[in-house]
Every structure is written in C-alpha cells, then in structure tokens.
C-alpha cells in the first residue's frame, strides 16, 4: 500500500519561498504510470491541482501557478518536492500530496486515489 507523507514548514513569511517535500513508502516513485502531485486547499475555497512530477521525471504545472511554482523529486530518498516563490497570505492552505494511476496526469483532486494526510501552511509575517 503506497502512502505518503508531507513535510516541511507550517508558517511561512511573504516573500519567502515555501518548500514543501513528499515522502513516498510501500512504493516507489519511478514506479511505471504513477502520477505524483500537490494539491492545496486554501479556506473556504476549493481544492486546486498546483502540479506534478511523473514516474520518468516530467514535470507539470497549473498555468495559473506556474510562474512561481517548481515540483522536483529525489529517487534516492523516494521523495518528491514543491516549492512555491514569492509567497503571500493567499497561499495559505492545507497542502496535499496525491498519488494516481494512470496513462496522462491528472488535474483535479478526485482523480487522485492516494492522499497525504495534509499539512497547514499559513503565510503570515
């Protein structure tokens, strides 16, 4: 059973890059058609696909986020990152890793069928 866990900061001042990492177990990350994404939910609002990495290493990005977004992995570590530039209180969220299976990547959450558990992030000076 493939489950993730993420890391990182829980507040995080404006301006600041937010560095979040993705610790995958019972499986591996290079894993042939598995999909590997951060999604976020901001309060009262719904959830957003932000991007993933796939099992080859290619990258995908929301357009919406893609200027201040980078998601990379580490295969050693069995590990996968999202880092989010130039931050404002508007990124503040519960952000989530998410594994699907599959032929394309997918962009919105219930394509998704393994979660994180969801860490809170606020942005706050």
């Known amino acids: 059973q493939v489950q993730l866990q993420e890391s990182g900061p829980g507040l995080v001042k404006p301006s600041q890059t937010l560095s979040l990492t993705c610790t995958v177990s019972?499986?591996?990350?290079?894993?042939?058609?598995?999909?590997w994404s951060w999604i976020r939910q901001p309060p009262g609002m719904e959830m957003e696909w932000m991007g993933a990495?796939?099992?080859?290493?290619?990258?995908y990005s929301n357009p919406s986020l893609k200027r201040r977004t980078s998601i990379s992995r580490d295969t050693d570590k069995n590990q996968f990152t999202l880092q989010v530039r130039s931050v404002t209180p508007e990124d503040t969220a519960v952000y989530y890793c998410?594994?699907?299976?599959?032929?394309?990547?997918?962009?919105?959450?219930?394509?998704?069928?393994?979660w994180g558990q969801g860490m809170q992030v606020t942005v706050s000076s």
């Open positions: 998410a594994m699907k299976q599959g032929t394309v990547v997918g962009t919105t959450p219930d394509e998704y069928g393994y």
């Open positions: 019972g499986g591996s990350i290079t894993t042939r058609n598995y999909y």
């Open positions: 990495v796939d099992f080859r290493g290619s990258t």
